[in-house]
């Protein structure tokens, strides 16, 4: 499908007002790229993006279901759908969309991170430790997949593994609430189990 100036013009300026963290001025946007040009999947993808940038839950998952019933191939849709059925604990639909995003967008870290996410909370607890140990290899780096694998290792009473992987995130950024909260809660576990 060929793309229009307008419809590259509202896309951009969708992005801006989201980047600036200005959501309802992005939806709004895209509702008026909508309107002049219905079939575009990329729009529907970034106001089911918004939407889930301010838990607006239900309509992020419409919007999304709507970008796929437009493109089923697109594998950021597939990645968003099943980022919001995570977020909701529907472990089932989640890991769907997940797999096929990666179908789609094989060893991408994010795909990889949040299906690792899912497959773990589904009780596939050795399947999605893999892919999040993937995910890690590929972004060695990323907070997000570190503070996951953390959680992960710390569930698995894998405490070593766990305060190694969360202080390499507070040694990336000493500022992390989420890898300074969790080493937290790791010290205590350490401390009740040797009581």
């Known amino acids: 499908m060929k793309v229009s100036n307008t419809t590259t013009d509202l896309l951009t ?5 989201k980047r600036k963290g200005d959501f309802q001025a992005a939806i709004d946007t895209l509702h008026k790229l909508i309107m ?3 079939h575009c999947s990329e729009a529907y993808e970034e106001l089911g993006d918004n939407y889930l940038s301010i838990r607006q839950m239900e309509k992020a998952e419409k919007a999304l279901l ?4 437009i493109n089923p191939q697109s ?10 059925y ?3 604990q529907k472990w089932f639909k989640s890991v769907d969309h997940l797999c096929l995003a990666d ?12 299906l690792g996410w899912a497959l773990y909370n589904q009780a ?13 290899t590929l972004s060695p780096n990323d907070q997000n997949i570190l503070c996951d694998l953390g959680v992960c290792y710390m569930n698995n009473t894998e405490f070593d593994k766990a305060e190694t992987t969360f202080k390499k995130v507070i040694e990336l950024n000493p500022n992390s609430e989420q890898a300074n909260e969790c080493f937290k809660f790791l010290e ?8």
């Open 36 to 38: 002049h040009e219905p």
């Open 188 to 195: 205590m576990l350490k401390k009740c189990q040797l009581a």
């Open 13 to 17: 300026q969708a992005d801006k007002y």
């Open 66 to 69: 709507q970008a796929l019933l």
């Open 86 to 88: 995570s977020l909701g």
């Open 103 to 114: 179908g789609i967008k094989p060893n991408h870290p994010e795909i990889l991170r949040c």
């Open 75 to 84: 594998a950021n849709a597939h990645y968003l759908v099943g980022f919001v």
């Open 124 to 136: 596939r607890k050795n399947q999605g430790l893999a892919i999040l140990e993937r995910s890690q």
